[in-house]
């Protein structure tokens, strides 16, 4: 029985290089985040109302984990919710079938208008009152495909 010889197998020959591997990565990330170069969101107001008398408001928090924390809250019609970003990645509150990827992840109930908060920074937030009832369902224009969705459930 003869011996192997040593050579590198024509597989990993062909394996792409650490470098490349590296340099597609980095094309990736340049990919997820294009989206804020193509949005213009900065002076989008749609979807901000004049809180209600009542002042009840509820917090939802964003982090760089990409949840919206709590994801799925039910609240009362005339409620503000506000949202903050505690963590340094960007992200928007967004219901809007026009920004969608996929479109179940944007619904709003009949008669309520489309909203999108466009960037909201680290240290930031933005609110949004909720004045007809039903099921919306958000999304954060960045991290849609990474699943970062919300519902908020009207009633
Ligand atoms: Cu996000």
Redesign the pocket.
């Known amino acids: 029985m003869s011996k192997k010889p040593i050579i590198q197998s024509p597989d990993l020959a062909r394996a792409p290089s650490r470098r490349a591997i590296v340099l597609s990565l980095a094309s990736a990330t340049v990919a997820s985040l294009s989206p804020w170069a193509v949005q213009a969101m900065s002076n989008d107001t749609t979807g901000i109302l004049i809180e209600p008398a009542s002042g009840n408001t509820v917090r939802v928090d ?1 982090n760089n984990a ?1 949840q919206f924390v709590p994801d799925n809250i039910t609240i009362k019609i005339g409620t503000t919710v506000e949202w903050h970003n505690l963590e340094s ?1 960007p ?2 509150v967004t219901a809007d079938p026009a920004l969608v990827q996929n479109p179940a992840n944007s619904k709003l109930p009949p008669g309520a208008k489309a909203f999108n908060s466009g960037r909201i920074n680290g240290g930031k937030s933005w609110r949004h009152t909720f004045t007809v009832a039903g099921a919306y369902h958000y999304f ?1 224009i ?2 849609e495909g990474a699943g ?1 969705l919300g519902t908020i459930i009207v009633s």
Request: net charge neutral.
């Open positions: 964003m990409l990645y992200h928007s954060c960045p991290h970062m």
